[in-house]
Structure formats: structure tokens, C-alpha cells
């Protein structure tokens, strides 16, 4: 079930990429709970929700059940949960932030789930990004398609291959380089713990073309994107090499 739109209303959007249509991007399709086909170059709208792990449950802790954020039934609108909106272009390898000079993730469950769609609803595990000890600010998602139809969206992690042996980072469940939460701006620190998600796409289009930005992203590795980003306003380069 899609949420309404006056759900949609009740939940403050804290980041948003959408775009005006442009030359390439055939897909008019601009809800994240709406159903697509899309092709190589389309623009392709999903949201992340961040909320406790419980909320995406069907019956909260006692199930084992997720369900899309999308879905009704999971009330998100009267949970303490804040969602983001982005439309990048398929197949191109993007870095989306979400800045945290408004947002604490801690304060709003510490989970996040990625989700598209209504009918082929489709989401991703929750993930951890946060609690009052660490704060995890760098993911990498990838979105997977069959026939140009999301199917599935999947966190990829590196190992803490990249934060070993760094005295600011702590690896978490041997799958997540983290930052202690007080050294963060929003909680007193002084590090940009803004959220950024490497984001790539894989398995074929509406016409069948074959997606490959995600075996790029392998090749080039977690963190690799912030240099190319070096040009904005408190970029996470500069944060990142204060550690490596």
C-alpha cells in the first residue's frame, strides 16, 4: 500500500535531489511509492527512511517481519522517523549526503531503510547508522533491476578495510567504520558527520542494456567518491583525512 500523501505531508522531509526533467530522462514517474520502468540515463526516485529498527516491523519487536516504508501498516507518520527523497540518474554512480547540520540520526531511531515502489514494493535491510556511542556516516547501496523493474536494494559493506589501524574510527560488527558520536558537530565534536551514500545500480534496463556502475564502484572502493566532491562547501574529504 502506497502512503497518501497526507502522510507524506506529516513526515518532514530532511533531504530531497529531485530534479526537473531533463534531456535523457524519459521516466516521469517522480514518487518513491509509485511503480517504474526505467532505462540507462532516466532519473529514478527512491527514499530512505530513518527510524527506529522496531518501526519497519510489521508488529514491531515481537515480528521478524520488515515491511516497506511505503507501507501503511507501519504508521511512520506518528513514529519518530524523518524521511529522504532522491532522483539520481540510473547507472551513473552517485554520492548522496544528507547534511547533518539539521539532522542527528541518533535522534530519530538510528536506523535507515532504502525503499521504492507499491505494487513491486521493494527495500533493503535496516541499517545502523547511529546511537549516543557511534555514528557510522558512509554506505554503499546498490540498486538492482531486472527488465528495468527494481527488484532489490542492498547495503554493501567493505569490512573496515579502510578505517584499520585508525585511531578515530572504531570497526563495528566487522563491517562498519564508525565515529564516536560526541566527536560529531551536531553533538558538541568537531567532526561533519553528514551522511554519505555511494550509490550504484545493477542488472538490465527496460531495454535490456546491462547496468554496470555497481562493478565500477567495486573497483574503485568505499570512500573513494569524497575527493570528487572536494569542491563542496565542508566536503567529507577533508574529515576523512584527519583519520587516514
Request: hydrophobic share 35%; charged share 15%.
Amino acid at each position: 500500500m502506497a502512503v497518501p500523501a497526507t502522510t507524506w505531508t506529516a513526515i518532514f522531509i530532511i533531504a530531497t535531489t529531485l530534479r526537473l526533467i531533463e534531456c535523457g530522462d524519459n521516466n516521469r514517474v517522480y514518487s518513491p511509492c509509485s511503480d517504474t520502468k526505467v532505462a540507462r540515463s532516466d532519473g529514478f526516485s527512491f527514499g530512505i527512511a530513518f527510524a527506529s529498527r522496531d518501526v519497519f516491523l510489521r508488529n514491531g519487536a515481537n515480528s521478524t517481519s520488515q515491511l516497506s516504508p511505503c507501507d501503511t501498516r507501519l504508521s511512520l507518520s506518528t513514529a519518530n522517523s524523518q524521511i529522504a527523497v532522491f532522483r539520481p540518474k540510473v547507472d551513473e554512480i552517485s554520492l548522496l549526503s544528507v547534511n547533518s547540520s539539521s539532522f542527528a540520526p541518533d535522534n530519530y531511531g538510528g536506523y535507515m531503510v532504502a525503499f521504492a515502489g507499491h505494487k513491486y514494493a521493494a527495500r533493503s535491510t535496516a541499517a545502523f547508522v547511529a546511537n549516543s556511542t557511534y555514528t557510522v556516516t558512509s554506505f554503499t547501496l546498490v540498486l538492482e533491476f531486472t527488465k528495468g523493474r527494481l527488484q532489490h536494494l542492498y547495503w554493501k559493506r567493505d569490512g573496515c578495510a579502510k578505517c584499520s589501524g585508525s585511531s578515530g574510527f572504531v570497526c563495528l560488527n566487522n563491517q562498519d567504520c564508525a565515529i564516536k558520536t560526541n566527536s560529531c558537530k551536531t553533538h558538541g565534536g568537531t567532526v561533519d558527520c553528514s551522511l554519505g551514500i555511494q550509490l550504484a545500480f545493477s542488472g538490465t534496463d527496460k531495454h535490456l542494456s546491462v547496468l554496470n556502475s555497481w562493478y565500477e564502484v567495486q573497483n574503485l572502493g568505499q570512500y573513494s567518491l569524497y575527493g570528487l566532491y572536494s569542491n563542496l562547501k565542508d566536503s567529507l574529504t577533508s574529515q576523512y583525512n584527519k583519520f587516514f
